[in-house]
């Protein structure tokens, strides 16, 4: 098969499965706060922290979208192609490992919302609470240095629940 080929298959392949992520993200332009049940645990989701993920989920992919079309250009080589593909995966996966942390934090800790993001070698998580323990930030720290890696520096923040 000529590589010409192996690159129209290897783009195709690659739309389809943007699609299918892209199909699949929630729509979050029109909640304010949402409460779901899981296991008799109610969590609150917050407005602010929904419109962060949402700005980054936007952000990430514009930044997709122009690696697309690094990609659909004709006279870039095969190695800058790679490049761009292995920028792509990465940015899925960083958002699948905040997800993931969350996630965890949400049901391990109980916290009523979390908010990773991750940006070069620095995590910040946000967490929707009153206040934050020394023993709670410890764990929070060792659960993202378990997702992210050991080389990353760790922001742990919090916001106010309940304002009177």
């Known amino acids: 098969m000529k590589p010409q080929g192996k690159v129209t298959i290897f783009m195709i392949v690659m739309i389809v499965m943007l699609s299918i992520y892209y199909f699949a993200l929630p729509n979050n332009s029109d909640k304010n706060t949402n409460t779901t049940k899981d296991k008799g645990q109610q969590v609150v989701k917050s407005e602010e922290f ?29 190695e800058q192609k ?36 991750a940006a070069d070698n620095v995590i910040s998580v946000s967490v929707y609470i009153d206040t934050l323990s020394i023993e709670e930030v410890n764990d929070i720290i060792l659960m993202t240095k378990t997702e992210f890696g050991n080389n990353v520096e760790v922001i742990v923040s919090y916001s106010i629940t309940n304002v009177n």
């Open 50 to 78: 929904e419109q962060l993920r949402a700005e980054l989920s936007d952000k990430r992919h514009d930044m997709i979208v122009s690696l697309q079309g690094v990609l659909a250009q004709a006279d870039v080589d095969i």
């Open 82 to 117: 790679n490049n761009v593909i292995e920028t792509i995966q990465q940015i899925h996966l960083l958002s699948q490992n905040e997800a993931l942390l969350e996630t965890k934090l949400i049901n391990t800790m109980g916290y009523s919302d979390v908010f990773v993001e």
